[in-house]
């Protein structure tokens, strides 16, 4: 079985920053796009970034030139820099990741992390 763990959310003021982490941990054979999803109280579940196993990654609009994704593929963990937070960045961030194990390929979900942006 495979599990993602996140790790970094919390509580800031406008214009902070936070780092989320993300750690893939089980039978894994490979990962291919690994991405942070966000959601908001009331809203739909929203793709924020998402980072290719050959080294791209895309963003939505919202958060270019704010967050940066990242990935560690020796680790099997994805990261994403958050910095000049808003308020309206609030939510609980997911990470997903599309896992290769012996008994084939599947997307994976992480238990969510909060993270507060305060005026």
């Known amino acids: 079985q495979v599990q993602l763990v996140e790790s970094g959310g919390g509580t800031v003021q406008l214009g902070g920053s936070l780092r989320l982490s993300c750690a893939a941990s089980?039978?894994?054979?490979?990962?291919?796009?690994m991405t942070w999803n966000r959601q908001a109280p009331g809203k739909e579940r929203e793709l924020v970034a998402a980072?290719?196993?050959?080294?791209?990654?895309n963003y939505t609009d919202s958060v270019k030139g704010r967050f940066t994704i990242s990935r560690d593929n020796a680790k099997n963990a994805v990261y994403l820099q958050m910095n000049s937070l808003k308020p309206e960045d609030t939510a609980v961030y997911y990470c997903?990741?599309?896992?290769?194990?012996?008994?084939?390929?599947?997307?994976?979900w992480g238990q969510g992390t909060q993270v507060t942006v305060s005026s």
């Open positions: 997903n990741a599309l896992v290769t194990t012996f008994g084939g390929t599947r997307n994976y």
């Open positions: 980072a290719f196993r050959g080294g791209s990654t």
């Open positions: 089980g039978n894994i054979f490979s990962i291919n796009t």
